[in-house]
């Protein structure tokens, strides 16, 4: 069954240090990856992608690594800043008769002051 | 650029009553989509379509949704009668081309919808 999923609900941590934000997901044929920030009230907003091709990848304060071994994404924030706060989802692009986004259920990263 | 724009922002109905919500997406756009997402959860889609025509509608409850997309711009997705399950954020996003493997969706801030 679909299975995109993350180890941990709940993420807090102090303004300046750096987020780790992890994803497991199950199914081996996906072959594209993307991390999306929600603010509340808002849309989900595109951070960062990865292809199945690639293992790093890197943007402004964020990188995503991708282990296809495990089946594993992680979202890495450098210097976490206040407007960071947000939940975010994993998700990945799989075929089931035609291609869609199967997103996670989020974590909620909140960052102190 | 103007984004995906949507309406209402919130509503709330009694159950067994009809509602629909508008989405307008980026000027341009192909792709339109239609998530739903339950409080606490990821977004699922419910619809894709390409221009006017339906590409996916796997997830879409048909007994009780409907979706038009009917010029290739503007879509209206309907809930008619309306069940206290469907409370939830109806996500409207969209993006440039067909394959959506390469393109990236931008979303609009969603409809709020309650069901009493």
Known sequence: GESVGLHLPTLSVQEGDNSIINCAYSNSASDYFIWYKQESGKGPQFIIDIRSN???????????????TVKHLSLQI???????????????????????LVFGKGTKLTVNP | EAGVAQSPRYKIIEKRQSVAFWCNPISGHATLYWYQQILGQGPKLLIQFQNNGVVDDSQLPKDRFSAERLKGVDSTLK?????????????????????????????????????L
């Open chain 1, 78 to 100: 450098a210097a976490t800043q206040p407007g960071d706060s947000a939940v975010y989802f994993c998700a990945e692009n799989r075929a089931l008769g035609t291609e869609k």
């Open chain 2, 79 to 115: 809930i008619q009668p309306a069940k206290l399950e469907d409370s939830a954020v109806y996500l409207c996003a969209s993006s440039l081309s067909r394959s959506h493997s390469t393109d990236t969706q931008y979303f609009g801030p969603g409809t709020r919808l309650t069901v």
């Open chain 1, 54 to 68: 690639m293992d790093k990848r890197q943007g402004q304060r964020v990188t995503v690594l991708l282990n296809k």
